[in-house]
Protein backbone atom coordinates (compact mmCIF):
# COMPACT_ATOMS: atom_id res chain seq x y z
CA UNK A 1 0.00 0.00 0.00
CA UNK A 2 1.48 3.43 -1.39
CA UNK A 3 2.48 5.73 1.67
CA UNK A 4 0.59 8.31 0.27
CA UNK A 5 1.16 12.20 1.75
CA UNK A 6 -1.60 13.74 -0.06
CA UNK A 7 -4.10 12.21 -1.98
CA UNK A 8 -5.81 14.24 -5.26
CA UNK A 9 -9.56 14.53 -5.64
CA UNK A 10 -10.96 13.45 -8.96
CA UNK A 11 -8.94 14.15 -11.91
CA UNK A 12 -9.64 14.65 -15.87
CA UNK A 13 -7.29 14.16 -18.11
CA UNK A 14 -6.61 16.08 -21.10
CA UNK A 15 -4.06 17.89 -23.62
CA UNK A 16 -2.44 21.17 -23.08
CA UNK A 17 -3.31 23.57 -26.17
CA UNK A 18 -2.42 26.89 -24.71
CA UNK A 19 -1.25 28.83 -21.00
CA UNK A 20 -1.35 32.09 -21.37
CA UNK A 21 -1.31 35.41 -19.41
CA UNK A 22 0.39 33.55 -16.05
CA UNK A 23 -3.05 32.26 -15.28
CA UNK A 24 -4.79 30.73 -17.89
CA UNK A 25 -4.40 27.08 -19.80
CA UNK A 26 -6.79 26.28 -22.43
CA UNK A 27 -6.94 21.98 -22.41
CA UNK A 28 -9.21 19.20 -24.56
CA UNK A 29 -10.53 16.74 -22.12
CA UNK A 30 -10.72 12.93 -23.15
CA UNK A 31 -14.33 13.40 -24.80
CA UNK A 32 -12.95 16.05 -26.89
CA UNK A 33 -14.59 19.25 -24.91
CA UNK A 34 -12.11 22.45 -24.77
CA UNK A 35 -12.15 24.29 -21.20
CA UNK A 36 -10.01 26.97 -20.14
CA UNK A 37 -8.64 26.03 -16.48
CA UNK A 38 -6.69 28.27 -14.32
CA UNK A 39 -3.10 28.22 -14.12
CA UNK A 40 -2.14 28.15 -9.79
CA UNK A 41 1.72 28.80 -11.36
CA UNK A 42 2.61 32.72 -12.21
CA UNK A 43 6.12 31.60 -13.14
CA UNK A 44 7.45 30.80 -16.51
CA UNK A 45 7.12 27.41 -15.69
CA UNK A 46 10.11 26.24 -17.83
CA UNK A 47 10.23 23.27 -19.15
CA UNK A 48 6.81 22.38 -18.33
CA UNK A 49 4.28 24.06 -20.45
CA UNK A 50 4.92 22.47 -23.61
CA UNK A 51 1.50 22.52 -25.88
CA UNK A 52 0.40 18.91 -26.53
CA UNK A 53 1.46 17.88 -23.62
CA UNK A 54 -0.50 15.57 -21.00
CA UNK A 55 -2.38 17.08 -18.12
CA UNK A 56 -4.70 16.56 -15.39
CA UNK A 57 -7.29 18.99 -14.04
CA UNK A 58 -9.36 18.99 -10.60
CA UNK A 59 -12.70 20.48 -10.71
CA UNK A 60 -14.08 22.56 -8.17
CA UNK A 61 -18.01 22.47 -7.42
CA UNK A 62 -18.00 26.02 -6.26
CA UNK A 63 -20.42 27.66 -7.85
CA UNK A 64 -18.95 31.25 -7.82
CA UNK A 65 -15.75 30.29 -9.40
CA UNK A 66 -15.50 31.55 -12.91
CA UNK A 67 -13.39 28.41 -13.91
CA UNK A 68 -14.18 25.68 -12.52
CA UNK A 69 -11.61 23.63 -13.47
CA UNK A 70 -7.75 24.16 -12.23
CA UNK A 71 -4.60 22.70 -14.29
CA UNK A 72 -2.55 20.25 -11.07
CA UNK A 73 -0.35 18.14 -13.08
CA UNK A 74 1.32 18.23 -16.54
CA UNK A 75 3.46 15.03 -17.90
CA UNK A 76 6.84 15.48 -18.91
CA UNK A 77 9.45 13.13 -20.85
CA UNK A 78 13.00 14.95 -19.67
CA UNK A 79 14.24 11.83 -18.10
CA UNK A 80 11.22 9.35 -18.39
CA UNK A 81 7.55 10.37 -18.60
CA UNK A 82 6.79 11.71 -15.14
CA UNK A 83 4.03 13.71 -13.99
CA UNK A 84 5.36 17.07 -12.22
CA UNK A 85 2.99 19.14 -10.14
CA UNK A 86 2.09 22.78 -11.00
CA UNK A 87 -0.30 23.66 -8.49
CA UNK A 88 2.11 26.11 -6.27
CA UNK A 89 -0.73 26.09 -3.60
CA UNK A 90 -0.29 22.38 -2.61
CA UNK A 91 3.88 22.53 -1.57
CA UNK A 92 3.13 24.43 1.70
CA UNK A 93 0.01 22.06 2.37
CA UNK A 94 2.42 19.10 1.57
CA UNK A 95 4.97 20.27 3.66
CA UNK A 96 2.85 21.26 6.35
CA UNK A 97 1.56 17.29 6.66
CA UNK A 98 4.56 16.12 6.83
CA UNK A 99 6.23 18.07 9.47
CA UNK A 100 3.11 16.71 11.36
CA UNK A 101 4.28 13.50 10.65
CA UNK A 102 8.25 14.21 11.66
CA UNK A 103 8.82 12.62 8.00
CA UNK A 104 12.12 15.35 7.93
CA UNK A 105 14.26 14.07 10.68
CA UNK A 106 17.28 16.23 9.32
CA UNK A 107 15.30 19.14 11.30
CA UNK A 108 15.46 17.70 15.11
CA UNK A 109 12.70 17.59 17.61
CA UNK A 110 10.02 20.40 17.59
CA UNK A 111 6.65 20.07 19.60
CA UNK A 112 4.99 23.56 17.90
CA UNK A 113 4.37 24.29 14.47
CA UNK A 114 2.97 27.59 13.20
CA UNK A 115 2.43 29.18 9.43
CA UNK A 116 3.28 32.53 8.08
CA UNK A 117 4.80 33.89 11.12
CA UNK A 118 5.69 37.73 10.44
CA UNK A 119 9.36 38.14 10.43
CA UNK A 120 12.51 40.22 8.33
CA UNK A 121 13.66 43.04 9.42
CA UNK A 122 11.23 45.41 8.15
CA UNK A 123 8.23 42.46 9.64
CA UNK A 124 6.54 42.75 6.37
CA UNK A 125 7.71 39.40 5.39
CA UNK A 126 6.31 35.89 6.54
CA UNK A 127 8.28 32.83 6.49
CA UNK A 128 6.04 29.67 5.54
CA UNK A 129 6.93 27.68 9.08
CA UNK A 130 8.11 28.73 12.12
CA UNK A 131 9.39 25.51 14.53
CA UNK A 132 9.79 25.64 18.25
CA UNK A 133 10.44 22.70 20.60
CA UNK A 134 11.74 22.59 24.61
CA UNK A 135 13.92 25.44 26.33
CA UNK A 136 16.65 26.07 25.13
CA UNK A 137 16.63 24.92 21.14
CA UNK A 138 16.80 27.61 18.75
CA UNK A 139 13.58 28.01 16.68
CA UNK A 140 13.44 26.94 13.16
CA UNK A 141 12.61 29.41 10.35
CA UNK A 142 11.85 27.13 7.45
CA UNK A 143 10.99 29.04 3.96
CA UNK A 144 9.39 26.80 0.92
CA UNK A 145 9.79 26.68 -2.58
CA UNK A 146 8.59 24.86 -5.49
CA UNK A 147 11.13 23.56 -7.32
CA UNK A 148 9.67 22.07 -11.20
CA UNK A 149 12.53 22.80 -13.79
CA UNK A 150 15.38 20.26 -14.57
CA UNK A 151 18.34 19.39 -16.12
CA UNK A 152 18.50 15.60 -16.63
CA UNK A 153 18.13 14.24 -12.94
CA UNK A 154 18.99 17.95 -12.04
CA UNK A 155 16.40 20.01 -10.19
CA UNK A 156 17.36 23.77 -10.25
CA UNK A 157 15.75 26.66 -8.79
CA UNK A 158 14.89 28.94 -9.93
CA UNK A 159 13.36 29.42 -13.29
CA UNK A 160 13.72 33.06 -13.79
CA UNK A 161 15.34 35.95 -11.60
CA UNK A 162 13.25 36.23 -8.35
CA UNK A 163 13.95 39.32 -6.46
CA UNK A 164 11.62 37.87 -3.62
CA UNK A 165 13.52 34.98 -3.71
CA UNK A 166 16.35 36.84 -3.22
CA UNK A 167 14.63 38.52 0.10
CA UNK A 168 13.76 35.64 1.38
CA UNK A 169 17.65 34.29 1.51
CA UNK A 170 18.55 37.52 2.93
CA UNK A 171 16.21 37.68 5.45
CA UNK A 172 16.98 33.76 6.58
CA UNK A 173 20.74 35.11 6.83
CA UNK A 174 19.84 37.93 9.66
CA UNK A 175 18.38 35.10 11.59
CA UNK A 176 21.46 33.27 11.72
CA UNK A 177 23.67 32.27 14.18
CA UNK A 178 20.65 33.17 16.98
CA UNK A 179 18.13 30.81 15.15
CA UNK A 180 18.31 28.05 12.77
CA UNK A 181 17.02 28.75 8.86
CA UNK A 182 16.11 25.88 6.36
CA UNK A 183 15.30 26.64 3.10
CA UNK A 184 13.73 23.14 1.92
CA UNK A 185 13.35 23.49 -1.68
CA UNK A 186 10.08 21.04 -2.83
CA UNK A 187 11.61 19.20 -6.07
CA UNK A 188 7.80 18.52 -7.22
CA UNK A 189 8.51 15.50 -9.93
CA UNK A 190 9.95 11.88 -9.18
CA UNK A 191 12.64 11.48 -11.59
CA UNK A 192 15.49 14.28 -9.96
CA UNK A 193 18.04 12.94 -7.36
CA UNK A 194 20.80 16.21 -7.59
CA UNK A 195 19.66 19.62 -6.46
CA UNK A 196 21.61 22.98 -7.41
CA UNK A 197 20.43 26.91 -7.74
CA UNK A 198 19.89 28.09 -10.82
CA UNK A 199 23.12 30.34 -11.42
CA UNK A 200 22.07 30.94 -15.12
CA UNK A 201 18.74 31.93 -14.59
CA UNK A 202 19.64 34.00 -11.22
CA UNK A 203 23.31 34.16 -10.60
CA UNK A 204 22.28 36.52 -7.62
CA UNK A 205 20.64 34.05 -6.05
CA UNK A 206 22.89 31.40 -6.53
CA UNK A 207 25.92 33.26 -4.84
CA UNK A 208 23.29 34.81 -2.02
CA UNK A 209 22.17 30.55 -1.83
CA UNK A 210 26.07 29.45 -1.05
CA UNK A 211 26.48 32.82 1.26
CA UNK A 212 23.97 32.11 3.22
CA UNK A 213 24.68 27.94 3.32
CA UNK A 214 28.61 29.43 4.52
CA UNK A 215 26.92 31.02 7.33
CA UNK A 216 24.60 28.14 8.65
CA UNK A 217 21.66 28.54 6.92
CA UNK A 218 20.47 24.34 5.78
CA UNK A 219 19.10 23.42 3.20
CA UNK A 220 16.98 20.27 2.36
CA UNK A 221 16.45 19.44 -1.39
CA UNK A 222 13.09 17.34 -0.36
CA UNK A 223 12.10 15.01 -3.57
CA UNK A 224 8.56 13.96 -4.09
CA UNK A 225 6.98 11.61 -6.11
CA UNK A 226 3.81 12.75 -8.57
CA UNK A 227 1.50 10.80 -9.70
CA UNK A 228 -2.55 11.46 -10.53
CA UNK A 229 -3.29 9.12 -7.43
CA UNK A 230 -1.81 11.82 -5.10
CA UNK A 231 2.02 12.50 -3.52
CA UNK A 232 4.76 10.41 -1.79
CA UNK A 233 7.94 11.89 0.00
CA UNK A 234 11.17 10.60 -1.36
CA UNK A 235 13.93 11.71 0.68
CA UNK A 236 16.39 14.02 0.21
CA UNK A 237 18.22 14.98 -3.09
CA UNK A 238 22.49 15.28 -3.26
CA UNK A 239 22.72 18.58 -3.08
CA UNK A 240 25.22 20.61 -5.60
CA UNK A 241 26.67 23.95 -4.92
Known amino acids: MMDWLYRYPTLYPG???????????????????????????????????????????????NPKRKLAYTLELIQVDDNYP??????????????????????????????????EVVYGQDKKSRVDFFLTGSDGERPIYLEVKNTTWCQGSLAIFPDTETTRGQKHLRELMALLPQSRAVMLYFINRGDCTEFAPGDTTDPIYGKLLRDAIALGLEVLPCRFDISPEGIRYLGLAKLKI
Not at 36 to 60: D, E
Request: proline share 5%.
Open 82 to 115: TWVGVNTALPNQIVKLALARYLFPELGEYSHIKG
Open 15 to 61: ILLKRYKRFFADVQLLNGEIVTAHCPNTGPMTGVSTVGSAVQLSQSA
